[in-house]
């Protein structure tokens, strides 16, 4: 089955410990990227990836770090979390290249920062 | 930078009414996708329906349509027979049509309730 895999599906956590959320996906997709959804915001990208060895940064990178050492993984690293970074986080992937519409979405994960 | 606007925060609809979900969007691009994603409780992202610019016809999903008017930029969503497994949060998406990084942007979103 196609799909992307996010771990944790939820996770607790306080000020200051680092934390990785992975992602995974089985569908040999160029293109990987972070959303966080925050009420009244909608999604908005952190990160993405369009291959192996190339990151950049989205709309609010800012407190996240990503690598992309493997086609199919893309996790999502907090290295100091901080209260604002509280939220629900997708990782999506989609095929490279423009004519190519949908992107795949993770099941989300919840992150609370205390 | 493109912008969408979804200008209803939360909309109800009977059982078995239609009921339709406005979306807006800015951009001065010619070629790009949109689309309405449905996220249920499970907070799953499910992609409802697609539309390519480029093509005038108005995509149909079995209950879901849209109503496409490329020059009013507006992109609005028709659920008819509404079903009580519809009720969700509907999110409006629109995305360039280019190789790089074309991230979705996505409207804040409409919460619809269905009422049996």
């Known amino acids: 089955e196609a799909q992307v895999t996010q771990n944790p599906r939820y996770l607790i956590t306080v000020t200051g410990k680092k934390l990785t959320v992975t992602c995974s996906q089985n569908?040999?997709?160029?293109?990987m990227s972070w959303y966080r959804q925050d009420p009244g915001l909608g999604l908005r990208q952190i990160y993405y990836s369009m291959n192996v060895e190339v990151t950049d940064k989205g709309d609010v990178p800012e407190g996240y770090k990503v690598s992309r050492k493997e086609k199919r993984n893309f996790p999502l690293i907090l290295e100091s979390p901080s209260p604002n970074q509280t939220s629900l986080y997708f990782c999506a992937s989609r095929m490279a290249g423009a004519n190519t519409g949908e992107l795949f979405f993770g099941e989300g994960s919840r992150l609370t920062v205390l | 930078a493109q912008t969408v606007t979804q200008s209803q925060p939360e909309m109800s609809v009977q059982e078995a009414e239609t009921v339709t979900l406005s979306c807006t969007y800015d951009t001065s691009e010619s070629d790009y996708y949109l689309f309405w994603y449905k996220q249920p409780p499970s907070r799953q992202m499910i992609l409802v329906i697609r539309q390519e610019a480029y093509k005038q016809q108005n995509a149909t999903e079995n209950r879901f349509s849209v109503n496409f008017q490329k020059a009013a930029k507006s992109f609005s969503l028709k659920i008819s027979d509404s079903q009580l497994g519809d009720a969700a949060m509907y999110f409006c998406a629109y995305r360039t049509l280019n190789s790089g990084n074309t991230p979705l942007v996505f409207g804040k979103g409409t919460r619809l309730s269905v009422i049996a």
């Open positions: 569908m040999n997709h160029e293109y």
